[in-house]
């Protein structure tokens, strides 16, 4: 009976984020050293990645989402790549490599993506401006990035 009531405390304390619920907070270091809390950019769309240098899906999910970006402006949508690599010069060396221009927050330990319920690479949610998950994504096949813009599009447009 202990046992069971433990497990079941476990799975509420990493309850994942639902579609039309709100991102639980994440708040971290980005690349420079400075701290980044998602709160900040409420008022945007957000795409939020969750990703790793290992993974290979998550190169072809990060080149699509900053193109998005870059196509709609920082002012309608801010993604974040939040990186759960252990080491800040391992993530420098990849987005050298890749050209990536994008807001880079750090989970080095990953406590964040573990509060998210990540269990694949990449994740991505889509929250809105006020804060809501509207799409999560988890992994990164073909058709995923279609289904990722059109979301965000949709979101932009509203007002």
């Known amino acids: 009976m202990k046992r069971a009531l433990l497990l079941a405390i476990l799975a509420c304390a990493h309850a994942t984020p639902s579609r ?17 809390d998602l709160d900040a950019v409420r008022g945007r ?15 072809r999910a990060l080149a699509e989402y900053a193109r998005l970006e870059r196509e709609l402006g920082r002012d309608a949508l801010r993604v974040v790549a939040m990186s759960i690599d252990e080491d800040d010069e391992d993530v420098r060396r990849y987005l050298a490599r890749s050209s990536l221009d ?21 994740t991505t949610f889509v929250v809105d401006r006020t804060g809501v998950v509207r799409l999560r994504q988890d992994g990164f096949a073909d058709g995923t990035a279609g289904e990722v813009e059109s979301a965000v599009r949709r979101l932009v447009q509203q007002r």
């Open 45 to 59: 769309v957000v795409v939020l990645d969750v990703w790793a240098t290992w993974c290979i899906p998550c190169a």
């Open 102 to 122: 994008l807001t880079v927050l750090r989970d080095s330990g990953g406590a964040i993506a573990d509060r998210l319920g990540v269990r694949a690479m990449p």
């Open 20 to 36: 039309d619920a709100p991102l639980p907070p994440v708040e971290g270091r980005l690349l420079d050293g400075t701290m980044l």
